[in-house]
């Protein structure tokens, strides 16, 4: 296993021109028009960082809600709360358990939205996927809280 990455030395990321947001220098970058974008260590057991950017179009009857309420309406059995931040965006968090190829993972969710029109929402879509035994070490907590950081602190392009 490598040393783990330097969460001080970052690099920006200006994913499809629209959302903005920093990463550790060190890690790699994958782009993929179907599946977004990917970021990870150069260690086959580091944790993996997944971004999709999705326009969704918003009922009629929720254009006078804020972007927590859009949030609450597209994650209606959630059992986070939804985190409104200062810019206008908000942003929920919720983890799951599952097994890919016999081995038990975590994946984390943060699911980050901008109102950008009357009836029009951008969602990033942010998953950070590890092995489960791995949770308790000090270093993915970190990066659990940068990812965390990184959501709140993401911008998107103004239209």
């Known amino acids: 296993m490598n040393k783990p990455s330097d969460l001080n030395n970052k690099k ?44 969704i179009s918003v009922p009629e009857n929720l254009d006078s809600v804020n972007t927590s309420g859009i949030l609450d309406n597209l994650i209606p059995n959630k059992v986070s709360k939804t985190i409104e931040l200062p810019n206008g965006n908000a942003y929920n968090m919720f983890y799951e358990h599952g097994v890919e190829i016999e081995i038990d993972i ?20 942010f998953s950070y996927t590890v ?19 990184q959501v709140e602190t993401a911008t998107f392009k103004a239209l």
């Not at 060190?26 to 970021?39: L, M, P, S």
């Not at 975590?106 to 950008?116: A, E, H, N, P, S």
């Not at 092995?131 to 950081?149: A, G, R, V, Y």
């Open 12 to 55: 920006r990321i200006n994913y499809r021109g629209v959302l903005r947001f920093d990463i550790p220098k060190e890690w790699i970058e994958e782009y993929d028009d179907k599946d977004g974008a990917t970021f990870y260590e150069d260690d086959p057991l580091s944790g993996t960082l997944r971004v999709k950017l999705i326009s």
């Open 106 to 125: 975590t994946i984390f969710y943060w699911l980050l939205v901008q109102k950008v029109e009357r009836n029009k929402t951008r969602l990033a879509n």
């Open 131 to 149: 092995i489960s035994e791995k949770l308790n070490n000090k270093h993915i907590q970190k990066e659990i809280e940068f990812i965390t950081s």
